[in-house]
């Protein structure tokens, strides 16, 4: 009884999920440049010579969103609301880096790392990210800088042959072992990475117009002393941990899976300063052979969440939404535009990461959308906010906010005016 305690502990929160009925939807990959910038990349090319078969298919026609991708998507969101009126918010885990199968800078804090791959260009991509944020349906974290190690990818390609480097010359990303050489990999020291993320936390804030809050390793490989990491950048929440990784665990796989799985239980039962986010829902429509009965399970793993006493956080890809087939990526779209439509039925409480942390640790959530703040109160007591001020007019640093019990409240970020009130009961 002891062990199965242990292993099923869950960290102290301060709401009931079951009556907040939280929903999350934590999708990876936007920012990436790769898998290819274009249809014709692939022409005449085996894939295999890159590994191509450690892929699912799928992943061959992934390339990176455009204004397009981002403005329908957003569209979409807004045609859905929560209980509190607000509309359903969407999470990218951005890659940061420009570059992709140029050789990438080895640090963030190197100008070069920002410059955008030329065969990756997307007209009009930041101003729809930035309308789609103000509109309060799309709110980016953080995912990594390369999505894999750098330096493998240098020592790979100064062994590859022609026929690798033509892939390069196309823009295709992956490269021999690109499936195993992981951002976060045990084969990386923590000061290599460290030096590797110098500066992306300022970088983040410049480019979005806030501090990340969360983060996804890529591929889900990390380790106890990357979250030494995340603390430093000002990371307080890390997204599935019931997903994670330890490659640097070695024997058999059994033990391998059992010492995993002590570890991620040890880390939520003695951890305090990091939210960890179990991943409770999968919508990944574009590698299902029967997307309608995949999308039925999402809903019903959503709702099990619930019951359970947790917030439904879904996963899911880029590759379900943006690809190089333009009708694919219509229809994945279409599958999460019903999944919404039938989520809500129930009445959820959209919300990004930043906001699960706040209602867990603090019992409310704050978080900047676009030019306001959502300030949302479950519970039954009023809670106080401490907010920065915009130092205009002589307005204080900053500014208190009480937000009284069941409710959510919008206050704009220029006049300090109250937009919103609504009750969440």
């Given amino acids: 009884m002891l062990g199965i305690g242990f292993a099923d502990h869950k960290q102290r929160a301060l709401v009931d999920w079951s009556s907040v009925r939280a929903l999350a939807i934590q999708s990876d990959d936007w920012g990436l440049r790769g898998f290819v910038p274009d249809a014709e990349s692939l022409t005449d090319f085996d894939t295999e010579r890159l590994g191509g078969t450690r892929f699912p298919p799928v992943y061959w026609r992934s390339t990176l969103e455009d204004s397009v991708d981002v403005a329908q998507l957003a569209s979409m969101l807004l045609s859905h609301e929560g209980r509190d009126n607000l509309p359903a918010v969407f999470q990218p885990n951005m890659i940061l880096s420009g570059q992709s199968v140029a050789s990438p800078p080895a640090r963030a804090s190197d100008p070069a790392a920002w410059e955008p791959d030329p065969r990756y260009q997307r007209r009009g991509l930041g101003q729809a990210v930035a309308d789609a944020m103000a509109a309060g349906v799309w709110h980016p974290e953080f995912h990594g800088l390369h999505h894999y190690d750098p330096q493998g990818r240098v020592l790979a390609l100064a062994e590859a042959d022609d026929e690798v480097h ?69 990371l307080r929440a890390v997204q599935a941990k019931s997903h994670q990784h330890r490659r640097d665990f070695q024997g058999p796989a059994l033990w391998k899976r059992v010492r995993m799985a002590f570890d991620r239980s040890w880390d939520r039962l003695t951890v ?45 890809h880029r590759v379900n939404y943006v690809l190089t087939d333009t009708i694919a990526a219509r229809e994945g779209r279409n599958h999460l535009n019903r999944l919404l439509g039938d989520i809500d039925v129930f009445e959820p409480l959209y919300v990004s990461d930043a906001e699960l942390v706040g209602l867990a640790t603090r019992g409310f959530s704050a978080v900047r959308r676009g030019p306001v703040w959502i300030l949302r109160n479950p519970g039954s007591a009023t809670r106080v906010a401490i907010l ?38």
């Fill in 166 to 234: 033509r892939a390069l010359e196309r823009g295709i990303l992956a490269f021999p072992g690109s499936h195993s050489a992981f951002e976060l990999g045990p084969r990386r020291s923590l000061d290599d990475v460290r030096e590797s993320w110098a500066g992306i936390d300022r970088r983040f804030a410049e480019v979005y117009g806030y501090s990340m809050t969360s983060v996804i390793a890529g591929d889900y490989v990390w380790e106890s002393r990357h979250e030494v990491l995340f603390r430093e950048l000002g």
């Fill in 272 to 316: 305090r300063d990091l939210v960890y986010l179990n991943r409770t829902a999968l919508l990944e429509t574009a590698q299902s052979d029967d997307p309608v009965a995949h999308r039925q399970r999402c809903l019903e793993d959503i709702r099990a969440s619930w019951r359970r006493g947790e917030p439904a956080v879904v996963e899911t």
């Fill in 388 to 425: 920065p001020g915009n130092g205009h007019s002589g307005q204080p640093l900053w500014r208190r906010v009480l937000i009284p019990a069941h409710a959510t409240l919008i206050l704009d970020d220029e006049t300090n005016a109250m937009l919103h009130r609504d009750r969440l009961d």
